[in-house]
């Protein structure tokens, strides 16, 4: 465990290793949202490569249609498990994220459902600069932005816009796409109170 009494990453590898999922998120009609707008901002922006951090299960990827894409994640069970699926697929790859930076920058740098899991603020702050120096040309987040605590210990919510603006003064956000089914508490299953945020680099 950490000092804040967490541990992010081996809360995921224990996920995985018991046989859950990376979550609701990325099943049924909020992975197919998700899916639509990436597949036709990777097609209308001429994306060639992109860079997942956080690929967690692969349920998501699997509704995608990216030209080259790499795959990074915290859990070496989730590595496994998409190796696995995607074994006859050229166009993929994955690593761990201690590789990470062996990578050259991608086209664009995704983060799906995964900035409101990171709750160690030092993680945190790891995981934003890599994301966006991953990145060549634009970083898609999809995430909540706001701070605030959250009862489930794995979820913190937090205000990642504002620190991208104090930190990261190359990349602007030029885009917020609404999800169509917000967060209700009494139908958690397929409802979310993550958006699409698309920064572009200057």
Not at 2 to 10: E, I, K, V, W, Y
Not at 85 to 92: A, L, N
Not at 95 to 105: A, C, G, K, N
Request: charged share 20%; hydrophobic share 35%.
């Amino acid at each position: 465990m950490t000092a804040q009494g967490f541990d992010s990453a081996a809360y995921w590898e224990h996920r995985y290793l018991k046989g859950q999922d990376s979550g609701d998120g990325s099943y049924g009609r909020l992975a197919q949202f998700k899916a639509t707008f990436l597949n036709q901002f990777v097609l209308t922006n001429r994306v060639g490569s992109v860079i997942e951090l956080g690929c967690g299960d692969g349920a998501q990827l699997a509704l995608s249609a990216y030209p080259q894409y790499i795959g990074v994640d915290v859990s070496s069970v989730a590595l496994e498990m998409c190796r696995a699926s995607f074994r006859e697929d050229y166009t993929k790859c994955f690593i761990s994220y201690t590789l990470l930076h062996e990578m050259p920058p991608q086209d664009l740098a995704l983060s799906l459902d995964v900035i409101f899991h990171l709750v160690e603020d030092g993680v945190f702050e790891r995981y934003m600069r890599d994301l966006f120096s991953s990145s060549a040309r634009y970083a898609i987040i999809y995430s909540s932005d706001r701070d605030e605590a959250a009862p489930e210990p794995h979820v913190r919510h937090r205000n990642f816009t504002t620190w991208v603006a104090n930190n990261l003064r190359e990349w602007t956000l030029s885009h917020i796409e609404t999800n169509p089914f917000p967060e209700r508490g009494y139908h958690t299953e397929d409802t979310s109170f993550a958006h699409f945020f698309v920064y572009h680099k200057a």
